[in-house]
Nanobody, 127 residues
Framework: QVQLVESGGGLVQAGGSLRLACAAS????????MGWFRQAPGKKREFVAA????????YYADSVKGRFTISRDNAKNTVYLQMNSLKPEDTAVYYC????????????????????WGQGTQVTVSS
C-alpha cells in the first residue's frame, strides 16, 4: 500500500515558477515508477511527466518539455515537479501517481497502469 500526498500548488503569474512535491508512505517507494498528471476543468486527465523507479529515466509531454523537470529522492520518498515558464494553459489540478509494472518505459503515459494516486493540488496560472 502506498499513500501519496501532493503539495506546492498555488496561484502564480504567467512566466513564474512552482515546485510540486509528492510525499509517499511505505518502504517500497523506490520500486515504483512515478508520474505526474493534470486535469483541467472539462478535460481528460493528461500525462505531464514521469520518472523511472531508479530515477535514471525521465519522460515528458511535449507541451511541458524544456519547462518542467521531474526528479525523485528515494531516501526521502518524494518526487518533485519543477515547473518554470508557466503558462495559463498549465492551469489544472496536478496529481502524482505510482506504478509498479515491468515495462514502465513503454507505458508510463497511461493513467490505467498507475496503482496509487494522490488527492491532487491546484495550480492556477494567471495571464
Amino acid at each position: 500500500q502506498v499513500q501519496l500526498v501532493e503539495s506546492g500548488g498555488g496561484l502564480v503569474q504567467a512566466g513564474g515558477s512552482l515546485r510540486l512535491a509528492c510525499a509517499a508512505s511505505g518502504r517500497t517507494f523506490s520500486s515504483y515508477g512515478m508520474g505526474w498528471f493534470r486535469q483541467a476543468p472539462g478535460k481528460k486527465r493528461e500525462f505531464v511527466a514521469a520518472v523511472s523507479a531508479s530515477g535514471t529515466s525521465t519522460y515528458y509531454a511535449d507541451s511541458v518539455k524544456g519547462r518542467f523537470t521531474i526528479s525523485r529522492d528515494n531516501a526521502k520518498n518524494t518526487v518533485y515537479l519543477q515547473m518554470n515558464s508557466l503558462k495559463p494553459e498549465d492551469t489544472a489540478v496536478y496529481y502524482c501517481a505510482a506504478a509498479n509494472i515491468r515495462d514502465y518505459s513503454s507505458n508510463y503515459y497511461y493513467p490505467a497502469v498507475y496503482n496509487y494516486w494522490g488527492q491532487g493540488t491546484q495550480v492556477t496560472v494567471s495571464s
